[in-house]
């Protein structure tokens, strides 16, 4: 198998198991959100430090903490990233599968937005029709929802925020993880074990079953990634980037099928706004690869790309 094969099917295992994501958490009923993001964050971090030990890359994650800057970056995407985890945990446990697809579907857009205000990007005109279209799916769905999608809305700038925290910082997936789990974990502990002390946690009171799939969270939650990073190293990123709409397509899927959440009209008008605007946007894009670059003498220099 060639390493580009391997690598679409990485890339592919990684998206896979994100989609399945909303089959997991409603596992962990009766814990609440809060509870199981401090999980997540404390079974990971003790899931990749083993990873990292195993690697031998130890050394290269104290050179990492060592880095001010780099750590700065790692520390703000450690906050949006929580952030980020426990919205689409309390999404998809309070039934809004389909509204936590949504946030990934328009992530890309949101992202090309975060270049532009973050970095002084600027945009061609064919990424602000996208911009604009997804504006107007927006609002539609505020109407449809009768507020704002603001789980959809958090959910993409908050991860759109943690994908330029991580390229500002330019760490590895392990790497990455490890310290921003390691951020977070002294805060996460104290919840569980204040919790624990109250008796209000579910963590050893719902049977051995429950206290695997809480332990579990740290698995599920690294093993995606960890492919996700063998992938990137082996395939293009557009390639990479078209494989991302699996995700969203399988959460919005099993929001449907599996359980059973209703869509209007003006839902799926407002959707459809939303891939009509993720079509145009990656057609652009495409498109802007397969054309050679200009040189010096055919015209000027093109803006900047998202």
């Given at each position: ?12 295992g ?30 990971s ?118 994908g ?23 805060v996460a ?21 429950h ?45 449907l099928?599996?359980f ?47």
């Amino acid at each position: 198998m060639t390493e580009h094969r391997r690598g679409l099917w990485f890339g592919l295992g990684a998206y896979l198991g994100w989609g399945f994501f909303p089959l997991y958490w409603p596992l962990l009923k009766p814990a609440g959100a809060t509870e199981i993001l401090a999980h997540r964050v404390v079974w990971s971090l003790l899931f990749v430090v083993v990873l990292v030990l195993a690697m031998s890359r130890l050394a290269l994650l104290r050179a990492l903490a060592s880095d001010r800057r780099r750590l700065g970056f790692i520390s703000i995407g450690a906050v949006v990233v929580a952030i980020n985890w426990g919205t689409y945990i309390w999404g998809v446990n309070h039934d809004h599968v389909v509204e936590t697809s949504l946030g990934y579907f328009i992530n890309p857009l949101v992202t090309v937005f975060l270049g532009v205000l973050v970095l002084g990007e600027r945009l061609r005109r064919v990424q602000w029709a996208a911009i604009t279209i997804a504006v107007l799916a927006v609002l539609v769905l505020t109407y449809d929802y009768g507020r704002p999608p603001w789980i959809a809305l958090v959910l993409a700038f908050s991860f759109g925020t943690y994908g330029l925290m991580k390229k500002q910082a330019g760490v590895g997936t392990t790497e990455g993880l490890t310290i921003e789990t390691a951020i977070l974990a002294p805060v996460a502990l104290a919840y569980l074990l204040v919790g624990q002390t109250r008796g209000v946690a579910t963590f050893g009171h719902e049977g051995w079953g429950h206290v695997a799939l809480l332990v579990g969270t740290g698995v599920v939650t690294a093993i995606p990634l960890l492919l996700f990073g063998a992938s990137a190293t082996r395939i293009p990123m557009t390639t990479l980037g078209m494989l991302q709409y699996v995700t969203p397509l399988m959460q919005f899927a099993i929001g449907l099928l599996v359980f059973d959440e209703s869509m209007t009209l003006a839902g799926w008008l407002g959707f459809g706004l939303v891939w009509l605007a993720l079509l145009v946007l990656t057609a652009e894009s495409l498109h802007r690869r397969r054309v050679p670059a200009p040189t010096p003498m055919d015209s000027e220099p093109a803006p900047a790309s998202a």
